[in-house]
Protein backbone atom coordinates (compact mmCIF):
# COMPACT_ATOMS: atom_id res chain seq x y z
CA UNK A 1 0.00 0.00 0.00
CA UNK A 2 1.28 3.62 -0.56
CA UNK A 3 2.11 5.11 2.50
CA UNK A 4 1.26 9.08 3.43
CA UNK A 5 2.54 11.94 6.14
CA UNK A 6 0.65 14.69 6.26
CA UNK A 7 2.40 18.21 7.60
CA UNK A 8 1.55 21.43 7.37
CA UNK A 9 -0.95 21.84 10.14
CA UNK A 10 -1.03 24.52 13.14
CA UNK A 11 -2.95 27.40 15.14
CA UNK A 12 -4.11 30.21 12.60
CA UNK A 13 -5.81 33.41 13.34
CA UNK A 14 -9.54 33.23 11.47
CA UNK A 15 -8.99 34.97 7.81
CA UNK A 16 -5.09 33.42 7.53
CA UNK A 17 -4.09 30.88 5.33
CA UNK A 18 -1.98 27.19 5.93
CA UNK A 19 -0.77 25.26 3.51
CA UNK A 20 -0.83 21.27 4.17
CA UNK A 21 1.66 19.17 2.26
CA UNK A 22 0.67 15.02 1.77
CA UNK A 23 3.85 13.24 1.21
CA UNK A 24 3.57 9.68 -0.74
CA UNK A 25 5.63 6.86 -1.03
CA UNK A 26 5.89 3.16 -1.90
CA UNK A 27 3.90 1.46 -4.91
CA UNK A 28 2.38 5.03 -5.65
CA UNK A 29 1.84 3.59 -8.82
CA UNK A 30 -1.21 2.15 -7.65
CA UNK A 31 -2.38 5.19 -6.68
CA UNK A 32 -4.56 7.39 -9.01
CA UNK A 33 -5.77 9.91 -6.53
CA UNK A 34 -5.67 12.04 -3.68
CA UNK A 35 -8.13 12.80 -1.40
CA UNK A 36 -8.10 15.48 1.36
CA UNK A 37 -10.72 14.59 3.97
CA UNK A 38 -10.81 16.50 7.74
CA UNK A 39 -12.41 15.17 10.77
CA UNK A 40 -13.89 17.92 13.23
CA UNK A 41 -13.78 17.77 16.93
CA UNK A 42 -16.58 15.51 18.34
CA UNK A 43 -17.64 14.03 14.82
CA UNK A 44 -16.97 10.40 13.64
CA UNK A 45 -17.53 11.04 9.75
CA UNK A 46 -14.74 12.15 7.42
CA UNK A 47 -15.67 14.89 5.42
CA UNK A 48 -14.34 15.56 1.66
CA UNK A 49 -12.58 18.43 1.04
CA UNK A 50 -11.03 18.10 -2.04
CA UNK A 51 -8.76 16.18 -4.72
CA UNK A 52 -6.31 15.42 -7.46
CA UNK A 53 -5.43 12.82 -9.53
CA UNK A 54 -2.05 12.06 -9.82
CA UNK A 55 -1.17 11.79 -14.26
CA UNK A 56 -3.17 14.66 -15.52
CA UNK A 57 -3.76 16.80 -11.99
CA UNK A 58 -7.55 17.03 -12.41
CA UNK A 59 -9.50 18.22 -9.09
CA UNK A 60 -12.89 18.56 -7.48
CA UNK A 61 -13.64 20.48 -4.40
CA UNK A 62 -16.45 19.78 -1.72
CA UNK A 63 -18.72 23.20 -1.45
CA UNK A 64 -17.43 24.15 1.67
CA UNK A 65 -14.17 24.32 -0.20
CA UNK A 66 -14.76 26.01 -3.26
CA UNK A 67 -13.07 29.48 -3.69
CA UNK A 68 -11.28 29.33 -0.56
CA UNK A 69 -8.69 25.79 -1.01
CA UNK A 70 -6.51 24.81 -4.03
CA UNK A 71 -5.50 21.12 -4.06
CA UNK A 72 -2.27 20.78 -6.04
CA UNK A 73 0.51 18.26 -6.69
CA UNK A 74 4.13 17.79 -7.36
CA UNK A 75 4.34 14.66 -9.56
CA UNK A 76 8.67 14.60 -9.01
CA UNK A 77 8.17 14.75 -5.41
CA UNK A 78 5.07 12.78 -5.28
CA UNK A 79 3.92 14.97 -3.00
CA UNK A 80 -0.22 16.81 -3.48
CA UNK A 81 -0.68 20.00 -1.26
CA UNK A 82 -3.85 22.17 0.48
CA UNK A 83 -3.95 25.29 -0.15
CA UNK A 84 -6.15 26.55 2.40
CA UNK A 85 -6.89 30.84 2.37
CA UNK A 86 -9.82 32.90 4.16
CA UNK A 87 -9.74 30.16 6.83
CA UNK A 88 -13.25 30.01 9.24
CA UNK A 89 -13.30 28.47 12.86
CA UNK A 90 -15.62 25.94 11.57
CA UNK A 91 -12.56 24.38 9.15
CA UNK A 92 -11.14 23.16 12.53
CA UNK A 93 -10.39 19.75 12.21
CA UNK A 94 -8.16 16.97 11.73
CA UNK A 95 -6.74 17.35 8.01
CA UNK A 96 -6.43 13.72 6.61
CA UNK A 97 -4.95 12.50 2.94
CA UNK A 98 -5.77 9.75 1.35
CA UNK A 99 -5.32 7.35 -1.27
CA UNK A 100 -7.04 5.38 -3.98
CA UNK A 101 -8.20 4.18 -7.58
CA UNK A 102 -10.74 6.81 -7.98
CA UNK A 103 -11.31 10.70 -7.43
CA UNK A 104 -14.33 10.45 -5.10
CA UNK A 105 -16.20 12.47 -2.13
CA UNK A 106 -16.52 8.85 -0.28
CA UNK A 107 -14.02 8.07 2.47
CA UNK A 108 -14.82 4.30 1.99
CA UNK A 109 -12.98 4.23 -1.80
CA UNK A 110 -9.56 5.47 -0.15
CA UNK A 111 -7.34 2.52 0.98
CA UNK A 112 -4.31 4.12 2.09
CA UNK A 113 -4.10 6.94 4.81
CA UNK A 114 -1.72 9.52 6.60
CA UNK A 115 -2.31 9.90 10.39
CA UNK A 116 -3.65 13.17 10.08
CA UNK A 117 -2.58 17.05 10.82
CA UNK A 118 -3.91 19.03 12.91
CA UNK A 119 -5.57 22.35 11.79
CA UNK A 120 -6.99 25.07 14.44
CA UNK A 121 -8.67 28.53 13.48
CA UNK A 122 -9.40 30.61 16.17
CA UNK A 123 -11.83 33.31 15.72
Known amino acids: QVQLVESGGGLVQAGGSLRLSCSASGPISTSYAVGWFRQAPGKQRREFVG?????????YYADAAKGRFTVSRDNAKHTVYLQMNSLKSEDTAVYFC???????????????WGQGTQVTVSS
Open 51 to 59: GITWKLGST
Open 98 to 112: ASGMRLTTSAGDYDS
